[in-house]
């Protein structure tokens, strides 16, 4: 079983801060095992948070504020017209944290097929990928940590956002590689709103199918 929660959408945005306390507070009850695994889905405020693989020199120099989070990976963006999912769930003996990963990413490209994105997986680089005329551009990021057998953080779907926040700094310290939204890959408005009943149908299956195995 997978409870849902949509914590907050567009015009009901939710600080970065607030977000992480609802996360830390979640993972401590799945843990103690007082609720099931759980998936959040939201939108922040306009916001930059530092992975701890994040170098000095991959953030902003102008001075705008970076939060340091505690799940791997560098440096991103988050902000309105970007879909924020965090599974807080518990992984099986042995943990594989590649292969939780690799769900989400699969979970994702199946998710956003329909809305007429051609998404991939790219070997040794997380998150969804789609073929630009001139590059390979990111739609969603991916970025977790594992505490106690259960994870946090998860993975950002770029619906309708400006990619302008992203030029300040190397998203996720790719530096051959561009950014791109779900509108634009696929040409036409896909908000938040749009494509979030679908996430969570699809993550509702994908756990659902595995508590039955």
Avoid at 16 to 40: F, I, K, S
Avoid at 57 to 65: A, H, I, L, N, V
Avoid at 159 to 185: K, Y
Wanted: contains cysteine; aromatic residues 6%; charged residues 20%.
């Amino acid at each position: 079983m997978l409870d849902i929660q949509i914590a907050g959408l567009s015009p009901d945005l939710i600080p970065y801060e607030q977000g992480w306390a609802l996360q830390r507070r979640v993972h401590a009850e799945v843990v103690a095992g007082e609720r099931p695994d759980t998936l959040l889905l939201l939108e922040h405020e306009a916001v930059y948070t530092a992975g701890k693989r994040t170098e000095p020199q991959e953030r902003p120099q102008d001075g705008t504020p970076v939060i340091d989070v505690d799940r791997g990976g560098k440096i991103t963006w988050h902000g309105p017209g970007q879909l924020v999912g965090y599974p807080i769930v518990r992984l099986t003996e042995p943990m594989d944290v590649v292969a939780h990963v690799r769900r989400i990413e699969r979970t994702l490209i199946d998710v956003l097929a329909p809305f007429g994105v051609d998404g991939y997986q790219v070997e040794g680089r997380s998150g969804v990928w789609v073929r630009r005329p001139l590059s390979e551009d990111k739609v969603a990021a991916i970025g977790v940590r594992v505490q106690q057998g259960v994870t946090m953080h998860g993975f950002a779907i770029n619906c309708d956002n400006t990619l302008s926040g992203f030029r300040g700094i190397i998203p996720c310290g790719i530096t051959d590689a561009g950014v791109t939204t779900v509108s634009e890959a696929s040409g036409r408005e896909v908000s938040p709103a749009d494509i979030v009943d679908a996430v969570a149908a699809a993550f509702s299956a994908v756990y659902a199918t595995e508590v039955a195995a």
